[in-house]
Nanobody, 123 residues
Framework: VQLQASGGGLVQAGETLRLSCVVSSSGFSNFAMGWFRQAPGKERTFVASIDWGGARSMYADSVKGRFTISRDNAKNTVYLQMNSLKPEDTAVYYC?????????????????WGQGTQVTVSS
């Protein structure tokens, strides 16, 4: 299983980015997906997750109301729409495939990880 994240970049505060993650797996629709982020010198933290069918999603408090996770099982792709970006959102963003159909917030609940895409938000 390989995960390829893209869509990061340098934006100003208040602007928008959309991250994508394509998963090379025939079983994509059987697993929940998540996004995590890691700022320099900090631990990797949970951002958002979505269950296998897309019916249920979870968000970190810091991004609720600004970020939206979605998935297209026909395209083996999960997205993270990021609106109203803030400088504190600056980090490397990682997509991950969960070990089950249910989404979670802990890194150990995910078995496969993408390479990460850099998001930098200037003030």
């Amino acid at each position: 299983v390989q995960l390829q994240a893209s869509g990061g970049g340098l934006v100003q505060a208040g602007e928008t980015l959309r991250l994508s993650c394509v998963v090379s797996s025939s079983g994509f629709s059987n697993f929940a997906m998540g996004w995590f982020r890691q700022a320099p010198g900090k631990e990797r933290t949970f951002v958002a997750s979505i269950d296998w069918g897309g019916a249920r999603s979870m968000y970190a408090d810091s991004v609720k109301g600004r970020f939206t996770i979605s998935r297209d099982n026909a395209k083996n792709t999960v997205y993270l729409q990021m609106n109203s970006l803030k400088p504190e959102d600056t980090a490397v963003y990682y997509c991950a495939q969960a070990r089950s159909r249910r989404s979670g917030v802990r890194t150990y609940e995910y078995g496969y990880w993408g390479q990460g895409t850099q998001v930098t938000v200037s003030s």
